[in-house]
């Protein structure tokens, strides 16, 4: 688990910033607006940052955005590595569109970085930088 002063930096790919339309799957139909941030397998490795089927600590994070934007919102740990227990992205809990929003808001592009925060092992801080 993620300690308090952990962080790292994902940097934005169109896939991050267009989830739900910029797909290479037929799973569903195209969702606009739902967007995603990257964790590298090194990172969720070395912070444990595990998904739901890992019972022995949550996926669920608190976060706010440094620029105000969102407080108090809620952050779910999901996918899967090679590993199966750990998470590849920090997605909106049940709002696959919150981070989309987020990113609309600060003009986010592909190749803008983000920093991740742990203000605490369960409580993120987000910065565009």
Excluded: C
Aim: net charge positive; glycine share 10%; charged share 20%.
């Amino acid at each position: 688990m993620a300690k308090t002063g952990d962080h790292f930096i994902t940097q934005l790919q169109t896939a991050h910033l267009e989830w739900g339309s910029h797909r290479h799957t037929n799973t569903r139909g195209i969702v606009y607006g739902e967007g995603y941030l990257q964790i590298p397998s090194k990172i969720a490795y070395k912070l444990t940052i595990t998904n739901s089927s890992f019972i022995k600590q949550s996926a669920e994070y608190d976060f706010s955005t440094a620029d105000g934007y969102i407080k108090n919102g809620k952050l779910l740990a999901s996918g899967n590595q090679y590993n199966s227990d750990y998470a590849k992205q920090f997605q909106g809990l049940g709002n696959l569109k919150l981070l989309g929003d987020w990113f609309n808001i600060i003009y986010a592009r592909s190749g803008d970085k983000i920093k991740i925060d742990f203000i605490s092992p369960l409580e993120i801080l987000l910065t565009k930088l």
